[in-house]
């Protein structure tokens, strides 16, 4: 079975593309390498340079292969830089997935596997949150995610493609052995940012301390991101019985305080970390914890190494033992 990785030399493209070589699957990644590390794509993997923005080359692409199944990565992720460059979200993110899904309907793919994010849902009414709670983004970049997957919705009754729609809540941790790890530049997600505080000595910049929460610091659910790669396993097995346009939470149902993530750094690296408080940025949502409830029923999903030590000690090792890709700061 052949299928494609798009953003396959991303953090979550580069440990799914692993996964799906382990399961015995022909990969064929793409990615431009605007914000990829092509380090990071395993070796038996196929690698193909290129923008989903480009048409030309992605019906290029679907003419040379014969894909089973596409697992949709390539995005920008950063909610606070979508609250300054709106524009730049709404066209690789959206227009850049319409391109990948006319190729998908041209050259008759009809399985998709999409990274979304619980940002789709904005802030909650209702916590733990379901896959039917309303949907109010609260920034750019999850309104984008909300719009491929209105979408996809119409691919569906239009094309006959069958999707998965996996609402990520904070993808974290490490390959177990420290072989590959998440390397942003500039980097945004909280634990690698407090590693990076760590390594470099510095202070770490504590975005909002205000909140409506038991300790007045955001609150997350954070799943590693074996698991998350576990999840698209599952969910490829499962179109082989299901159609339509679906959607699940990827969550533990727990949710862990900045403050508390600050406290397990510090146990995980025995260090002492210097807090800079900060404004709250603009569009952060104050808790997003998952109901995952409807993964593990319907698919059987269940989580291994999405326990908070595990996660720090997995990133930790990443970071310390990986200096080529250590966490730059944002100028």
Not at 110 to 136: C, M, Q, W
Not at 165 to 194: K, M, V
Not at 285 to 296: G, Q, T
Request: charged fraction near 25%.
């Amino acid at each position: 079975m052949q299928v494609l990785v798009t953003g396959g030399a991303g953090y979550i493209g580069s440990f799914m593309t692993k996964r799906l070589l382990r399961e015995g699957y022909e990969v064929v990644v793409i990615d431009s390498l605007e914000k990829g590390h092509k380090e990071a794509i395993d070796e038996k993997a196929t690698f193909v340079k290129g923008n989903i923005l480009d048409k030309k080359f992605l019906d290029e692409l679907f003419k040379s292969y014969s894909f089973d199944a596409v697992f949709h990565f390539a995005a920008y992720i950063s909610m606070g830089e979508s609250m300054e460059k709106p524009g730049m979200y709404f066209e690789n993110n959206v227009l850049g997935s319409v391109n990948v899904f006319d190729a998908m309907a041209k050259h008759n793919v009809k399985s998709l596997i999409f990274s979304s994010t619980a940002g789709v849902y904005g802030n909650p009414e209702v916590t733990p949150i379901p896959e039917d709670h309303p949907k109010r983004p609260t920034n750019p970049y999850g309104e984008s995610k909300l719009f491929v997957e209105k979408i996809l919705q119409w691919y569906h009754t239009i094309h006959g493609i069958n999707s998965v729609c996996l609402r990520y809540f904070n993808a974290a941790g490490a390959a177990l052995d420290g072989s590959i790890g998440e390397a942003h530049a500039p980097e945004t997600h909280i634990i690698p940012n407090i590693i990076s505080a760590v390594l470099r000595n510095n202070p770490f910049s504590l975005f909002g301390t205000d909140y409506k929460t038991d300790d007045g610091t955001c609150v997350r659910d954070y799943i590693h991101v074996l698991d998350l790669a576990e999840s698209h396993i599952l969910c490829l097995k499962g179109l082989r019985h299901k159609s339509g346009a679906l959607h699940y939470n990827v969550g533990t149902g727990k949710g862990y305080s900045n403050k508390e993530v600050i406290d397990m750094v510090k146990k995980v690296t025995s260090s002492d970390i210097a807090i800079q408080k900060v404004e709250k940025r603009p569009g952060d949502a104050e808790v997003l914890i998952a109901n995952p409830d409807k993964i593990k029923r319907e698919l059987g999903f269940i989580p291994k190494y999405s326990d908070l030590e595990t996660i720090v000690i997995t990133a930790w090792e990443w970071h310390r033992r990986n200096s080529k890709f250590k966490i730059q700061n944002s100028k």
